[in-house]
T-cell receptor, first 117, second 113 residues
Framework: GAVVSQHPSWVICKSGTSVKIECRSLDFQATTMFWYRQFPKQSLMLMATSNEGSKATYEQGVEKDKFLINHASLTLSTLTVTSAHPEDSSFYIC?????????????FGQGTRLTVV | KNQVEQSPQSLIILEGKNCTLQCNYTVSPFSNLRWYKQDTGRGPVSLTIMTFSENTKSNGRYTATLDADTKQSSLHITASQLSDSASYICVVTKGTNAGKSTFGDGTTLTVKP
């Protein structure tokens, strides 16, 4: 149990276009999901916290108008990279919080490799 | 300075050997500490999760230890396999905000035949 699925696994898009990435919790409900980006050989950098039914909370330095987050249901959060540029090329990963056994555990999606050309 | 520091940054060992990865943290208050394995180009996969009252947790060939007094954790891998080659990330979660976690920079482990 506790599976998080991200789609797509990889995407190539032209500069100036928008790309949507989906993060789904398949067998549990997640009121809170997180979006990260990861550059090669570096750790995950938290971009924003996605809360079901409310606005996302963005980390300092992350442009909320560029990285649109929607968490419309308890099993789905989406990240839309608007007007993508080559510098947005990165590995984007989501995680969903699952409360069980008295612990809060975060389960990660498999990641999405975005390449902007 | 990162509140979660991992060492070594990278490690190369021969197949079949054991190794230990370290994680020191200053995050407070402490809720839980997790170790993840991240294969290249994939999302992290949870190995162990420990609360402050737990000293050790095993998952197959992976054994994590926690000393909440000294704020240190280790991940011990026994009888390493080629498939253990990955980045191992230590993540500490604050007690007052279960969702806010601090990530270590990871240790890159390479297992050679």
């Amino acid at each position: 149990g506790a599976v998080v699925s991200q789609h797509p696994s990889w995407v190539i898009c032209k500069s100036g276009t928008s790309v949507k990435i989906e993060c789904r919790s398949l067998d549990f409900q997640a009121t809170t999901m997180f979006w990260y980006r990861q550059f090669p050989k570096q750790s995950l950098m938290l971009m924003a916290t996605s809360n079901e039914g409310s606005k996302a909370t963005y980390e300092q330095g992350v442009e909320k108008d560029k990285f649109l987050i929607n968490h419309a249901s308890l099993t789905l959060s989406t990240l839309t990279v608007t007007s993508a540029h080559p510098e947005d090329s990165s590995f984007y990963i989501c995680s969903a919080l699952h409360y069980r056994g008295g612990n809060t555990e975060a389960f990660f999606g498999q990641g999405t490799r975005l390449t902007v050309v | 300075k990162n509140q979660v520091e991992q060492s070594p940054q990278s490690l190369i060992i021969l197949e079949g050997k054991n190794c230990t990865l370290q994680c020191n943290y200053t995050v407070s208050p402490f809720s839980n500490l997790r170790w993840y394995k991240q294969d290249t180009g994939r999302g992290p996969v949870s190995l162990t999760i420990m609360t402050f009252s737990e000293n050790t947790k095993s998952n197959g060939r992976y054994t994590a230890t926690l000393d909440a007094d000294t704020k240190q954790s280790s991940l011990h891998i026994t009888a390493s396999q080629l498939s253990d080659s990955a980045s191992y990330i230590c993540v500490v979660t604050k007690g007052t905000n279960a969702g806010k976690s601090t990530f270590g920079d990871g240790t890159t482990l390479t297992v050679k035949p």
